[in-house]
């Protein structure tokens, strides 16, 4: 991720506060999810059906 | 009596039962060590001094009429300060709570205890809101490894490490969001517990990533762990997590049962390919490992995910669920957060719903994938840490062996999952195991470790601390 997409994504979500002040930290931020998302990608291999949402299950009173 | 603070738990429930043991002996026996060997610990944020001795002579009192509120009637306690105690400020170690008014209620876990007559000794030290840490840049310094004070004790649940290990407290409350409760008694040689998924309610504990946050027992013993659980677990409805119990709690019963007959599936690849281990833990496995076959376990060879998978997909979920709760804060804040917990909650701001999503999905195939193994197997064995607690004020060595860990992969799963000491390596730091059990069979997993502490003598492990 380079330096403009980090300032944009940051300024998205509200951080500018955090980008003036600890801009090196905001950096390390973004590479360590860069890391971890990479992570999730290169291993997935997931077909679409798979999906995490659980069954419905029926409540009995 | 002599040594009241490496008293276990059990013991001191029947001590105190039978008018062995009076719990305002023992309250003032363990104030007296946090006083003299805490300084330089940092164990505890707070010890509530007052209200523990007020406590142990209403205990005392009781039990002289022969009046017992439970299993653990006047046995001290120390609380993870992410967990509410009323009349106490939880702050999370962080100088966002720093000025925080005190609890008004008791989170279920601490009121559990308390009506099984626990008594509570104080608010014990925690990386910054869990994650953040070990850090000097807080309102209070980390705890220090009883071991080895230059060394760190684990964390996140570091206090209640520390202070087990060092004779504060023969209990304490932990929580497990990557590892949180199984990494101090990694570095601390004690034994903690991450139980199934919804077994212990988290209400009144501040979250970290509210799909794998789990509250735990730590303490000396096995028995003590089985014991303390069994105080713990119990359906919360103001819990979303919480679960009905298919079955009942009482883990004390089967903990001297052996292992003869299980099946136990030795997860190898996690420490020889995926993370290759010191090979001081290595031989602590392996010893582990014979040991239990010895005493008549069928062993067999189990693979899984590689850890780096589970890793990635704990932490693209930690990261997303910790902004969510941490954003307003860091966004208005940050300067009120550590370095350390500053980046690492940082992170959830990058990463987007699809990634969180896809960990999701890959999360279910794991839950499958583990599931399987243990249709083929009763308990997997496998790693804990990789390596021996590193040096406290070594933050790139920290961060290196943070992640050269097998602890998450059973946040990702919600299966049980208990690790306590195989030893001590040359320098005398503790080296680990892990066990991990079937949903909501956490009896198992305390009758193994029950026979590795019974064969190995691992609940005699005290640190030569210098008084």
């Known amino acids: 991720m380079d330096e403009r997409m980090v300032d944009a994504i940051a300024r998205r979500a509200g951080l500018e506060r955090a980008l003036g002040e600890f801009p090196d930290d905001v950096a390390a931020a973004a590479i360590s999810a860069a890391k971890a998302t990479e992570g999730i990608r290169q291993s997935s291999g997931m077909e679409p059906l798979s999906e995490p949402w659980p069954p419905m299950v029926v409540i009995r009173k | 009596?002599?040594?009241?603070?490496?008293?276990?738990?059990?013991?001191?429930?029947?001590?105190?039962?039978?008018?062995?043991?009076?719990?305002?002996?023992?309250?003032?026996?363990?104030?007296?060590?946090?006083?003299?060997?805490?300084?330089?610990?940092?164990?505890?944020?707070?010890?509530?001094?007052?209200?523990?001795?007020?406590?142990?002579?209403?205990?005392?009192?009781?039990?002289?009429?022969?009046?017992?509120?439970?299993?653990?009637?006047?046995?001290?306690?120390?609380?993870?300060?992410?967990?509410?105690?009323?009349?106490?400020?939880?702050?999370?170690?962080?100088?966002?709570?720093?000025?925080?008014?005190?609890?008004?209620?008791?989170?279920?876990?601490?009121?559990?205890?308390?009506?099984?007559?626990?008594?509570?000794?104080?608010?014990?030290?925690?990386?910054?809101?869990?994650?953040?840490?070990?850090?000097?840049?807080?309102?209070?310094?980390?705890?220090?490894?009883?071991?080895?004070?230059?060394?760190?004790?684990?964390?996140?649940?570091?206090?209640?490490?520390?202070?087990?290990?060092?004779?504060?407290?023969?209990?304490?409350?932990?929580?497990?969001?990557?590892?949180?409760?199984?990494?101090?008694?990694?570095?601390?040689?004690?034994?903690?517990?991450?139980?199934?998924?919804?077994?212990?309610?988290?209400r009144g504990v501040f979250p970290l990533a509210f799909t794998l946050d789990h509250v735990g027992p730590m303490t000396r013993t096995v028995a003590d762990n089985a014991l303390m659980l069994g105080v713990l677990a119990g359906h919360d409805p103001l819990d979303p997590g919480s679960v009905l119990l298919p079955q009942s709690c009482d883990y004390m019963k089967t903990l001297e049962h052996g292992v003869r007959g299980l099946r136990i599936g030795f997860v190898r690849h996690f420490h020889e390919v995926d993370m290759p281990a010191d090979p001081e833990v290595v031989a602590g496995l392996d010893r582990v490992a014979l040991t239990l076959q010895s005493e008549g376990a069928d062993l067999i060879d189990v693979r899984l995910s590689a850890l780096q998978d589970f890793a990635a997909v704990n932490r693209v979920i930690l990261q997303s669920e910790a902004w969510s709760i941490h954003s307003e804060w860091l966004r208005n804040r940050p300067g009120d957060y550590g370095r350390l917990a500053r980046r690492r909650l940082m992170s959830g701001a990058f990463i987007d719903a699809g990634d969180y999503v896809l960990a999701s999905r890959q999360r279910s195939q794991m839950i499958g994938e583990v599931e399987a193994a243990l249709r083929e197997v009763d308990i997997l064995l496998c790693a804990s840490s990789m390596d021996p607690a590193c040096r406290i004020d070594e933050p790139e060595e920290i961060v290196r062996t943070y992640m050269r860990q097998a602890r998450t992969p059973f946040n990702v799963t919600g299966h049980p999952a208990l690790a306590m000491p195989t030893g001590l390596s040359r320098d005398g730091l503790p080296l680990s195991v892990q066990f991990v059990g079937r949903y909501f069979d956490e009896a198992n997993l305390f009758r193994v470790a029950r026979t590795w502490e019974r064969a190995a003598c691992t609940d005699a492990l005290h640190p030569p601390l210098v008084e």
């Open chain 2, 1 to 202: 009596m002599s040594e009241l603070h490496w008293m276990a738990a059990n013991a001191a429930a029947a001590a105190i039962a039978s008018r062995e043991v009076s719990p305002v002996e023992l309250v003032k026996a363990l104030l007296d060590r946090i006083e003299r060997l805490d300084p330089r610990l940092n164990a505890f944020l707070h010890v509530d001094a007052e209200a523990a001795l007020k406590e142990a002579r209403a205990t005392e009192a009781e039990a002289a009429k022969g009046r017992l509120r439970g299993a653990l009637h006047g046995v001290p306690v120390g609380i993870k300060d992410i967990i509410d105690v009323t009349g106490l400020p939880t702050t999370c170690h962080s100088k966002i709570f720093e000025n925080n008014v005190a609890a008004r209620t008791d989170a279920e876990c601490v009121a559990r205890l308390r009506a099984a007559g626990a008594i509570i000794l104080g608010k014990l030290s925690t990386h910054e809101f869990a994650i953040g840490g070990p850090s000097f840049d807080l309102p209070w310094p980390p705890a220090r490894n009883p071991w080895n004070r230059d060394h760190h004790p684990g964390g996140s649940s570091s206090g209640s490490g520390s202070g087990l290990a060092a004779g504060f407290f023969p209990m304490a409350l932990g929580t497990d969001t990557g590892g949180s409760v199984r990494n101090p008694a990694s570095a601390c040689a004690i034994v903690g517990t991450k139980p199934t998924y919804g077994l212990v309610s988290r």
